[in-house]
């Protein structure tokens, strides 16, 4: 049984990737270029880090563009991010059998709070964002610090994510990895690969 859940923010907690592609997408357009939503969620999925740099390689996208990016992200995402359906009675559920859900995300505090926003911050121990500076995934450095800071038995934890990086990061750090894809995809990396939160109660 797994007593420390440590979940990722964007595609995991969080149904964020159509709202940020759509951003961007819509940016794209105002400066001339079309690309399908698909094609950029596929890069920012592996990570944004990789589709900014995808973006500025393809059409030489500049910090104006980033800039302009960024400001509709904070004025949009606030209102029309949602957490997964399952992920509240999920959270919940995890934190009423005595164990503790943790989040650990490459986002600033604007994961700290939607989570307020949409009730779930009460359900989490502990929080690594932007802020703390820690060497990005799949470095497992910040997986790390929270099993110290907690005195967590490695082999009771585990990392939920959708992306390989969160899977990578959770075999560098020693612990199993939970690999979270709606459409079935699986990753080499995982421990567990669902399609469904649900699948997650008999894991945990």
């Not at 940020?20 to 819509?26: D, H, V, Y």
């Not at 969620?41 to 104006?64: F, L, N, P, T």
């Not at 995890?94 to 911050?121: F, Q």
């Not at 703390?132 to 038995?153: C, Q, T, V, W, Y």
Request: net charge negative.
């Amino acid at each position: 049984m797994y007593k420390h859940i440590l979940w990722d923010f964007d595609g995991t907690l969080f149904d964020s990737y159509p709202i940020m592609s759509g951003i961007f997408k819509e940016e794209l357009k105002i400066i001339g270029h079309e690309e399908p939503l698909e094609e950029i969620m596929k890069q920012m999925q592996i990570s944004m880090s990789h589709a900014m740099q995808h973006y500025e390689e393809k059409y030489q996208i500049d910090s104006i563009f980033l800039a302009r990016y960024n400001e509709q992200r904070n004025l949009q995402e606030p209102v029309k991010c949602l957490p997964f359906e399952e992920i509240t009675a999920l959270c919940k559920h995890i934190c009423e059998t005595g164990r503790k859900n943790y989040l650990y995300t490459h986002r600033g505090n604007s994961a700290t709070d939607m989570l307020k926003r949409h009730g779930l911050y009460e359900y989490f121990s502990d929080f690594v964002t932007a802020e703390h500076g820690f060497e990005r995934k799949p470095s497992p450095n910040a997986i790390l610090h929270l099993i110290k800071k907690h005195a967590m038995d490695p082999s009771e934890s585990l990392m939920v994510g959708d992306r390989d990086l969160d899977m990578l990061s959770a075999k560098n750090a020693g612990i199993d990895g939970c690999f979270y894809n709606q459409k079935g995809v699986e990753s080499i990396h995982a421990d567990y690969n669902i399609s469904s939160f649900n699948n997650l109660y008999s894991l945990i």
